[in-house]
């Protein structure tokens, strides 16, 4: 039975990291609530913390100590394939270098999240329902006549376009956005928080790292972090 509205819960996550004889504290107790259609900016200058605790929250890296919860599923509980399974199908991961293959397709690129889902027998069976699903993405995200191309014949709001359909393409609960208009210029990034103001307002859950307060103020709440503590929320 699930015990509260949150969606994503960490409780006094800490991290550190070894370089040579030295120990860098990154996070230092966090504790944050994320809610079922939440629009969260994660703001703090760079080595605030925001982009380890972001890793964290998806289930790229784990903490030192502390828990983190999907709906009141303790992570560190899931064995390696189940948290294989929560990354592919419960989160969407939006990257500020996107991250694209350049020798697949934008369709292809789109198609990575659910193949890997299926295996060979379950994508055979199901491919031409997922693509149809990933064109429409596609389409409406303005890259309809883009489905061909590689990522390096597209502009860098078109990347990040693609990037966020191939977060879509799984229905995932949580977006996960880590500086996504970062390595665009403004008119370009502020087209691309256009569509995530767009997927809020549909009821998508999304979390976004940002340093920018203009960016940070898109969101429905801003929580701040400062040497790897939350300075408000």
């Given at each position: 039975?699930?015990?509260?509205?949150?969606?994503?819960?960490?409780?006094?996550?800490?991290?550190?990291?070894?370089?040579?004889?030295?120990?860098?504290?990154?996070?230092?107790?966090?504790?944050?609530?994320?809610?079922?259609?939440?629009?969260?900016?994660?703001?703090?200058?760079?080595?605030?913390?925001?982009?380890?605790?972001?890793?964290?929250?998806?289930?790229?890296?784990?903490?030192?100590?502390?828990?983190?919860?999907?709906?009141?599923?303790?992570?560190?509980?899931?064995?390696?394939?189940?948290?294989?399974?929560?990354?592919?199908?419960?989160?969407?991961?939006?990257?500020?270098?996107?991250?694209?293959?350049?020798?697949l397709t934008v369709l292809q690129n789109v198609l990575i999240a659910p193949m890997?889902?299926?295996?060979?027998?379950?994508?055979?069976?199901?491919?031409?329902?997922v693509k149809k699903t990933a064109r429409q993405l596609l389409g409406e995200l303005?890259?309809?006549?883009?489905?061909?191309?590689?990522?390096?014949?597209?502009?860098?709001?078109?990347?990040?376009?693609?990037?966020?359909?191939?977060?879509?393409?799984?229905?995932?609960?949580?977006?996960?956005?880590?500086?996504?208009?970062?390595?665009l210029d403004s008119k370009t990034g502020n087209d691309i928080l256009k569509v995530?103001?767009?997927?809020?307002?549909?009821?998508?859950?999304?979390?976004?790292?940002?340093?920018?307060?203009?960016?940070?103020?898109?969101?429905?709440?801003?929580?701040?972090?400062?040497?790897?503590?939350?300075?408000?929320?």
């Open positions: 039975m699930k015990l509260n509205n949150y969606i994503l819960t960490c409780q006094q996550i800490f991290k550190s990291y070894r370089m040579g004889a030295t120990r860098l504290d990154v996070l230092k107790g966090i504790d944050l609530n994320i809610a079922k259609g939440e629009f969260v900016a994660i703001k703090g200058a760079s080595g605030s913390g925001k982009s380890t605790l972001m890793h964290i929250l998806g289930a790229l890296d784990k903490p030192d100590k502390g828990g983190v919860f999907f709906e009141d599923k303790n992570l560190s509980a899931f064995s390696g394939r189940k948290i294989n399974e929560f990354r592919n199908k419960k989160i969407g991961f939006v990257f500020q270098f996107y991250h694209l293959l350049d020798e890997v889902q299926s295996g060979t027998i379950g994508w055979l069976l199901h491919s031409a329902k303005g890259l309809s006549d883009r489905t061909e191309h590689r990522p390096y014949q597209l502009s860098g709001g078109e990347r990040q376009r693609v990037a966020i359909a191939r977060a879509l393409i799984n229905q995932p609960d949580i977006i996960l956005a880590d500086e996504p208009t970062g390595n995530f103001e767009k997927l809020h307002s549909a009821g998508q859950t999304i979390v976004m790292v940002t340093h920018d307060d203009r960016i940070a103020e898109k969101a429905s709440r801003i929580i701040r972090l400062a040497d790897g503590r939350i300075a408000s929320a």
